[in-house]
């Protein structure tokens, strides 16, 4: 009978998963950018502070999305001198065995000194310097602030900057070092892809041949922050806006958004990793860096992302 007992148990633990749990770290981050790098999955949020302390970067790795790493102060405002407030929303890209961390910072207006800027570094927790000693991008072009700055790699091997607040969103060819823009064919840098509700927080990807674009709206101190999309055949779009798919619930958590997108592609596993702001906290800064899984429909389109407090399950790279 204890022999029969205990093959139960052991079959029962056997098929208990673990789950990473919402919030995935410690600690008041926002603006995540998750990626795997080097078969590890990696984030790089925002430190969400009044706009006067917000004058570092942390990253946090994990092989298996339970189990965090935090690498303290990967870039700060000592490493980029320019940087004097707001430093937000990084996004990190690698390339011929380097690793470059463009930044938004010092919440610029026209004629201020900011924007978006570029860091280099020979891994992904740094230490990062200052790639061009100034910003890349520190004017304001179409309407859209340099922020919120998000950069695509296409299937001809272009690399694209995509960015934008004050509801207004451009996209540029990057040079291949990183260092400036290329012009479009009709000569133009800057190019406006607005949808229809964008405010900020792009987002894009391509699968099954066509470019998905997802972005933030709302007011990101209030709880309905929320995340909408368009799909589209071109990078350049046109993005019509097809709906909301990740927003707040009020028994989990409000002000669910500016997130990034995580893909497995050899589990064929999607993540959303987003931004949301605890029950419990009404102070606009107490926000929290969250991952739950994002599907498909047999159409492509994308799923209502369901909001949780157990997370993802525990799941490691091949």
Known sequence: MKTIFMTILCSMLFVVSVHAGNPVFDGWYADPEGIIIDNEYWIFPTYSAPYDKQLHLDAFSSPDL???TKHERILDNTIVPWIRRALWAPAIVQKDGKFYLFFGANDVHEGEIGGIGVAVADRPDGPFKDLLGKPLIGKIHNGAQPIDQFVFLDKDGQYYMIYGGWSHCNIARLREDFTGFLPFDDDSIFKEITPKGYVEGP???RKDGRYYFMWSEGGWGGPHYSVAYAIADSPLGPFKRIGKVLQQDPQIATGAGHHSVIHDPQADIWYAVYHRRPLSETNPN??????????FDEKGFI???????EGVEKHTLN
């Open 286 to 295: 107490h926000r929290v860096t969250c991952i739950d899984r994002m599907y």
């Open 203 to 205: 987002v894009m990807f």
């Open 66 to 68: 339970v189990q965090w």
């Open 303 to 309: 799923k209502p992302i369901k909001i949780t407090h």
